[in-house]
C-alpha cells in the first residue's frame, strides 16, 4: 500500500490518544471514522475538537467535517487504508480487537496500533499471514497531535512495504517517525522515560527535591538540552574537541566499573558510531557546537514566552 492512497483512516478508541490522532487525521484532509463502544462517544468527539482544534490552526467546525462517528467497529474500519488502534493496553484485549479489525478492513488497509509497549509479534499473534503482514506499531508521544515522534516497530510477520508506507505516511503528517530494529517491550521513548522517573521517585522519595524542584531541574538542563541534541551528541559535545573518546577515558569509567556488562569492546563500538555519526576533532566540534547553541537558544525563548 503506498502511502499517497493512505486517504480515509479509521481511529479505534477515542480516549486521550485516539482523540488526539483523530484532530491530526482530519487537519491533514483524510477523511476519519471514528469507533468505541462508549455510549457518549459522539459528544466526547464533539466536546473534545475545539482544545484540539486550536493547538494545530484549526477550527471545529473545519476538522469535525471530516470526521464520522460509526455505530460500530465494523463499519468504522469498513473502507479504510488505515486503522489507528487507540483501545485499552491490554495484550488480550488488543488480540482480540485486532482480529476483528481485520476481518472487517479491507484487504489493503495498515493496521497500525498505538500501543506504548506491547509488541506488534505479540498483538499480532491470532491473525492469519495476510493481516500479520499489514500489522505493526505506530506509537506516538503524548500528545500525538502535537509531539513529533512515531515509534514505527514492526512485528516479526510484517512485511517490509508495509513498514515503508507507515514511515512514509507518519513523515507526510509531519511527524518524526523513527524505526525500530528489534522488538523490545516499551520500546524506546518510554524505557528511556521509565529510567528517569524511577530516578525521579527516588530522588523526591528520600527528601533531596520536592516534586516540583524536580520538575524545575528536569525542565532547565535535560529538558531542554534534549530537544536539541540527544544524549549521544551532547556526550560528545561534552568532551570538547576531543569529544566522546575524551569524555570516556576522563568520565567516562564509571560505564564498565558496574555490573551493567559494557565491556571496553562496547565501549569502543560506541565511540567509533558516535565518531562516523557526528564527526571527530575541533572542526566537527565547532561545527556541532554552532548548531546545538543556535537551536538552544531558539528552545530558551520558546519556553520562556
Ligand atoms: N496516554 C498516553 O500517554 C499514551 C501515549 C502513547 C500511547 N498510548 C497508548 O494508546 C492506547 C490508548 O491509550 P489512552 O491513554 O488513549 O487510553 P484511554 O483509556 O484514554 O482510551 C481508551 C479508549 O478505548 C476505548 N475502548 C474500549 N474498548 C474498545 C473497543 N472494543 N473498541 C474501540 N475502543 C474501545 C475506551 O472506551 C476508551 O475511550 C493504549 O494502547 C496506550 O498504551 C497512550
Do not use: C
Not at 86 to 101: A, D, H, S, T, Y
Not at 241 to 260: C, E, K, Q, V, Y
Amino acid at each position: 500500500m503506498n502511502s499517497d492512497s493512505i486517504r480515509r483512516v479509521a481511529v479505534v478508541g477515542a480516549g486521550t490518544i485516539g482523540l488526539s490522532w483523530m484532530a491530526l487525521f482530519a487537519k491533514a484532509g483524510l477523511s476519519v471514522t471514528v469507533s468505541d463502544p462508549r455510549p457518549d462517544v459522539a459528544e466526547v468527539v464533539r466536546d473534545s475538537m475545539p482544545e484540539l482544534a486550536k493547538t494545530l490552526g484549526s477550527t471545529a467546525e473545519e476538522l469535525l467535517a471530516r470526521v464520522t462517528v460509526s455505530n460500530s467497529l465494523e463499519e468504522a474500519v469498513a473502507e479504510a487504508d488505515l486503522v489507528q488502534e487507540n483501545g485499552p493496553e491490554r495484550l488480550e484485549f488488543k488480540q482480540q480487537l485486532f482480529v476483528e479489525i481485520a476481518s472487517a478492513a479491507p484487504a489493503h488497509a495498515l493496521l497500525t496500533s498505538s500501543s506504548s509497549g506491547i509488541v506488534a509479534t505479540l498483538i499480532a499473534e491470532k491473525l492469519d499471514d495476510a493481516a500479520a503482514a499489514r500489522m505493526l506499531i505506530a506509537h506516538p508521544f503524548n500528545p500525538p497531535q502535537l509531539m513529533p515522534l512515531v515509534e514505527i516497530v514492526p512485528g516479526e510477520r510484517t512485511v517490509e512495504s508495509s513498514t515503508l508506507s507507515a514511515i512514509e505516511f507518519y513523515r507526510e503528517l509531519g511527524k518524526i517517525p523513527v524505526r525500530e530494529h528489534k522488538e523490545i517491550q516499551g520500546f524506546v521513548a518510554n524505557r528511556l522515560q521509565a529510567v528517569v522517573l524511577k530516578e525521579a521517585f527516588s530522588l523526591v522519595l528520600q527528601g533531596v527535591v520536592s516534586v516540583e524542584e524536580l520538575d524545575t531541574a528536569m525542565k532547565a538542563s535535560l529538558g531542554a538540552r534534549w530537544a536539541t541534541i540527544g544524549p549521544f551528541e551532547s556526550y560528545h559535545l561534552g568532551g570538547g574537541p576531543g569529544g566522546i573518546r575524551h569524555m570516556f577515558a576522563h568520565l567516562g569509567g564509571n560505564l564498565t566499573d558496574d555490573d551493567s556488562g559494557v565491556t571496553e569492546a562496547d565501549v569502543e563500538r560506541l565511540i567509533t558510531d558516535v565518531e562516523s555519526t557526528y564527526g571527530a576533532g575541533p572542526e566537527a566540534y565547532r561545527r556541532l557546537a554552532e548548531a546545538r547553541d543556535r537551536r538552544q537558544l531558539a528552545v530558551n525563548q520558546a519556553v520562556n514566552n
